[in-house]
């Protein structure tokens, strides 16, 4: 029977898809099929997934959002898991994920998420970014907190059961970020949420590029500005693209 489809979006990911996808060949038990949905690279990585036997999707435009909709559109497992290029699982992952939604009152869920670099932890963000999958959703929608709402973002690696993604719509291809955060709303309403007591491992570009002080202020600044429904739209121009 079908089991689970990996999601990867990817625009321009050389640098650490072939990391990923070892990671993921390496998975025991394997999942039920990866597939590499590239908005348009310029550089390795579709030649990285095809060399890696990985069924890569061409997608129909740019964006997270419109890409992994069509990526789950094109898979066929019963349970889609969303994975961003440079993020790495632990080796029973396939099992976690199972067992999570082996709870028919649980409609998703995520991981732990530990920011890493080549020579350094960043063990203040970790912390801040487990701590605001409880405190954001109980700040600004408390009534969906107790029903079960936790905020699950990007680097958590989120997922869920084919049908209720597709019941609640997926994601929205309009939003340039904070789709995931907007996936979680309409998720609880099929049942709750869970951010399982497991890490997988984040790489650190982007608060190496901006450093970890004004990394910090600006995923807060985001964080409350879209908590009092602030669009993602106005959003985006403080959430640049790094490679």
């Not at 070892?22 to 990866?34: F, K, M």
């Not at 670099?117 to 969906?144: D, M, V």
Request: glycine share 10%; charged share 20%; proline share 4%.
């Amino acid at each position: 029977m079908p089991g689970i489809s990996i999601v990867i979006p990817t625009l321009n990911e050389g640098s650490c898809l072939e990391r990923t996808l070892r990671n993921l060949n390496s998975l025991e038990p394997p999942a039920w099929e990866i597939v590499v949905v590239d908005g348009g690279s310029e550089d390795q990585t579709v030649a990285i997934a095809q060399q890696a036997g990985i069924k890569v999707i061409h997608a129909q435009g740019r964006g997270r959002s419109l890409q992994m909709n069509q990526g789950a559109a094109e898979s066929t497992g019963d349970i889609l898991c969303f994975l961003h290029a440079d993020t790495l699982v632990p080796d029973d992952f396939i099992a976690v994920v199972e067992q999570t939604l082996a709870d028919p009152t649980v409609a998703g869920g995520g991981f732990i998420s530990l920011m890493v670099g080549a020579q350094t932890t960043r063990w203040g963000i970790s912390l801040h970014n487990y701590l605001k999958t409880y405190y954001a959703p109980l700040l600004f929608r408390p009534h969906l907190f107790f029903k079960g709402l936790r905020l699950l973002f990007g680097d958590q690696v989120m997922f869920c059961r084919r049908t209720e993604f597709w019941t609640c719509g997926g994601f929205d291809n309009q939003l340039p970020i904070l789709e995931e955060a907007d996936l979680c709303l309409k998720l609880v309403r099929q049942g709750r949420l869970r951010q399982v007591n497991r890490v997988v491992q984040s790489s650190d570009r982007r608060v190496a590029r901006w450093g970890s002080l004004k990394a910090t202020a600006i995923y807060v600044y985001i964080g409350f500005l879209w908590g009092f429904g602030v669009s993602a739209s106005f959003l985006k121009q403080f959430y640049e693209d790094i490679r």
